[in-house]
């Protein structure tokens, strides 16, 4: 399974890339935000973007809104990852059709859980 993870801070993309790892997935790309992260869709596909939310020029929730619209990505599972859970953002990501929803920080077992609910099949193959 191939993932897509999309922060503007370089180390919160090491942390993921880690905690991946830990999982048993390495194959791994990085953006700095949302408009790198679609170039990036257009030339690689993903079966998983993991993206922060608050992010310059193209925030998470504008990548959502474009993924969402482009038929060839709009099927991909966007996990959407934010610095506190603020019900609004939650209602927002849910009806902008993200797959999940994560409060920095988190654990690996706490992002184990989410991926098991979003891929559970690919996830059972890693």
Same mark, same amino acid.
């Given at each position: 399974?191939?993932?897509?993870?999309?922060?503007?801070?370089?180390?919160?993309?090491?942390?993921?890339?880690?905690?991946?790892?830990?999982?048993?997935?390495?194959?791994?790309? &990085?953006?700095?935000?949302?408009? !790198?992260? /679609?170039?990036? $869709?257009? *030339?690689? =596909? @993903?079966?998983?973007?993991?993206?922060?939310?608050?992010?310059?020029?193209?925030?998470?929730?504008?990548?959502? &809104?474009?993924?969402?619209?482009? !038929?060839? /990505?709009?099927? $991909?599972? *966007?996990? =959407? @990852?934010?610095?506190?859970?603020?019900?609004?953002?939650?209602?927002?990501?849910?009806?902008?059709?993200?797959?999940?929803?994560?409060?920095?920080?988190?654990?690996?077992?706490? $992002?184990?859980?989410?991926?098991?609910?979003?891929?559970?099949?690919?996830?059972?193959?890693?």
């Amino acid at each position: 399974m191939r993932f897509l993870i999309v922060d503007d801070f370089m180390t919160m993309r090491r942390v993921l890339r880690s905690l991946l790892h830990q999982i048993g997935f390495d194959d791994v790309d &990085e953006a700095a935000d949302g408009a !790198a992260a /679609l170039e990036s $869709l257009c *030339v690689e =596909m @993903v079966d998983v973007v993991i993206t922060d939310i608050e992010m310059p020029t193209m925030n998470g929730f504008e990548l959502l &809104e474009s993924i969402k619209k482009d !038929a060839r /990505l709009k099927h $991909l599972p *966007v996990l =959407m @990852v934010a610095a506190e859970a603020r019900r609004d953002e939650i209602v927002r990501a849910v009806h902008s059709g993200a797959a999940g929803y994560l409060v920095k920080p988190f654990s690996r077992e706490t $992002l184990e859980e989410r991926l098991r609910q979003i891929v559970p099949d690919s996830f059972a193959a890693a």
